[in-house]
């Protein structure tokens, strides 16, 4: 019987041959590509590598400090309270040598809102400083002191807001903020038994004053004596402690009047006018460490006095790292260029800092000085 023949069975490649196909493109694509990258490895290896041979590749710097902390903070949260001044105050002013000053008004220390008040009119008038009052002709204080002396003379006037708060309220206008302190002309704090005053005829127990206390006489802190020297001294540091930029003194000086019998005490030798330097001398030690500058004010009458009596010597051998020289002897007559002429030997001229005090010819003058280079000026 016959077997009937099977038909011929077809093998089919396509599928098998396709697979092939597609895995040897990819195995020359990842070829390919690791070759490419190898290239641009070893070109980006070879370049440094050559200069190093040549000794033309010169080493990166090392980051610096600042630069570490500059680093730093441009990557801190800037919502990060504890990054800034805790006292919520604004960056203070650049300090500069160039100003326009006005005197604040003592009934404007009343409070931190009407010092700003006063400081915002000043700033819309031009100004972009502030003079403050801190201790006046009397001996009052007009900031929270800590100093003892002035605590237990009941020197403090009361209410009196902190030399911070003062500082701030001026700061938040954005103007620089001066301290001016009344120095040797103190009827207060002055006496025998604080040993910072004049004795009468140097007898002990017995305070000098520069006239009959009946007739309005007064006592002076006495520039020989280190508690005097101290005292200033220490008020001066609160208020740089504070943040002022510039301590201006005021009456740096004598009394106006004959002292054959005011005892000086030990003088260790030096001159009148010495003692007044020494004063500024320590008030300067006192402050510059903390930042701020001295201006030792003169009074421009006694460039022509005869008796020279405030300084018991000429206005040029007074010594200070500035001066503010105060026009009050400006009249209608004066000559501008003569005046000008008489200050430039005891400052130069460019580094005074002139104190206004509302004279008709006031602008004239200040012209006069701008011209000659003056930078600075206070307006009473």
Known sequence: MLKKSKGMKIKRYSKKWNRRKRSTLLKWFVFTAACLFLLFIGYSVMGPVMDYMRGTLEPSPPMSSSDRTSHSESESDPNNSDSSDSSGDPAPPAQTVEFNAKLLPQSALSSAAAITAFCENAKREGFDAIVIMMKDQNGNI?????????????????????????????????????????????????????????????????????????????????????????????????????????????????????????????TSGLTMVQALNLLVSDVETAVKAKGANVINSFYTSELDSALQRRYRAAVSELKADGFAPIFDNLTDQTDIAELIGKIS????????????????????????LEGMGVKTSIQQ
């Open 345 to 368: 030997a005891v400052s130069d001229i460019s580094k005074i800092t002139p104190v206004f005090t509302g004279h008709a010819r006031d602008q004239e003058l200040k012209q006069a």
């Open 142 to 266: 007009h900031y929270q002191s800590a100093n003892e002396l002035a605590v237990s003379r009941a020197a403090i006037v009361p209410g009196s807001i902190t030399a911070a708060e003062i500082h701030s309220a001026v700061n938040q206008v954005q103007m620089r903020s001066i301290a001016m302190i009344h120095t040797l002309n103190d009827n207060l704090i002055s006496t025998w038994a604080s040993e910072n005053t004049y004795l009468y005829q140097n007898n002990a127990g017995t305070t000098w004053y520069d006239r009959n206390p009946a007739n309005g006489g007064r006592k002076w802190l006495n520039p020989y004596r280190t508690a005097a020297r101290e005292y200033i001294s220490s008020l001066a540091g609160e208020l740089a402690d504070a943040g002022f930029a510039d301590i201006l003194l005021y009456s740096v000086e004598y009394p106006n009047v004959e002292m054959a019998n005011a005892g000086l005490g030990e």
